[in-house]
């Protein structure tokens, strides 16, 4: 069923294989995505052909400055031929959510985002509503523009399960674009070959997976030594240790094992821990990136051998 999603998005988003795995990564794993990068690389085009892979409900949310909480969670009108209120639901309530441009939002909209990523609901005049699922909010942001933007709080960025960069194609890649682009757009013929029903019990089967105690120290290790490190000013917090556990389990799960290894966890260091993280000032100025620390972090951690 994986692999099927994997190469339907394929036909759409060429070259980007290890993209693709990240965002079905996340899936399994029950978790949200941020894609940071230049325009026109395919952001939106991965998630939405991601969504539309399976048979689920997706809504876009064109996140600018004008944007309220309201659009984004729903409201409240009041029926004067009943003479009562009725709640309208808001862009969140899908089960794929593509949040474009998030950083191009402000602080509170972005809020309104928060209790819907991590407790799977929203309270709107102290009603609470349950998300559909399975639920994903798929954010993207530019990260070279700066004027007009509101950079995303830690917080909000703790939610995200998975960083992604899809950076731009090979040139082979390129010209494969051009080629497919010649009469119609591919994304129009894509169809659906999973349903929601289909990911959910995959999310169940996911959870199954096996993680030696060993490798539980493993991940609470490589973790804790983000927050010991001279170059890193704030650590990763427990959750981010949830996630590596969580994503290594789906690693393992796509790659036909129900058993995690120690090369599942190192997979998933950067995509998981490199956005949780705050470097110090003066490893800022010396270009060295979240990135770089964390590749030194994984040298340093022994590995267990299984024994």
Do not use: C
């Not at 990240?22 to 052909?49: M, Q």
């Not at 209120?85 to 985002?113: C, H, W, Y």
């Not at 493993?218 to 590596?244: E, K």
């Not at 010396?286 to 299984?306: C, F, Q, R, Y």
Request: glycine fraction near 4%.
């Amino acid at each position: 069923m994986l692999k099927k999603i994997i190469k339907n998005v394929e036909n759409v988003i060429v070259g980007k294989r290890e993209a693709i795995e990240l965002v079905i990564t996340a899936l399994i794993s029950n978790g949200h995505i941020l894609l940071e990068d230049v325009p026109g690389v395919g952001k939106t085009r991965l998630i939405a052909a991601v969504a539309r892979s399976i048979d689920g409900s997706f809504k876009r949310i064109q996140f600018t400055a004008d944007v309220l909480p309201s659009d984004v969670t729903g409201f409240s009108v009041y029926n004067q031929k009943t003479g009562d209120f009725e709640f309208k639901n808001g862009a969140i309530m899908s089960q794929f959510v593509l949040a474009d441009e998030i950083n191009r939002t402000s602080p509170k909209t972005q809020a309104a985002l928060l209790e819907a990523m991590e407790e799977k609901q929203i309270s709107v005049d102290g009603v609470t509503y349950k998300m559909p699922q399975p639920f994903m909010v798929m954010a993207t942001q530019n990260p070279i523009e700066f004027m007009g933007t509101f950079p995303l709080p830690e917080a909000q960025l703790d939610r995200f399960l998975i960083k992604i960069s899809v950076g731009y194609p090979d040139a082979e890649s390129e010209r494969s674009v051009l080629s497919m682009h010649q009469m119609d757009d591919p994304f129009e013929a894509l169809q659906p070959v999973a349903t929601p029903e289909d990911i959910i019990n995959i999310q169940n089967e996911v959870k199954k997976v096996f993680v030696h105690e060993n490798l539980e120290k493993y991940i609470v290790s490589i973790v804790s030594a983000t927050r010991n490190h001279p170059s890193v000013r704030l650590g990763a917090s427990p959750r981010a240790s949830l996630a590596l556990y969580r994503t290594a389990q789906a690693t393992a799960y796509i790659n036909g094992r129900d058993f995690v290894i120690p090369d599942d966890i190192q997979k998933m260091v950067i995509p998981v821990i490199a956005h949780r993280i705050i470097l110090s000032q003066e490893t800022k100025f010396s270009n060295t990136t979240a990135d770089d620390v964390l590749s030194e972090i994984k040298k340093s951690v022994p590995v267990p051998s299984g024994k």
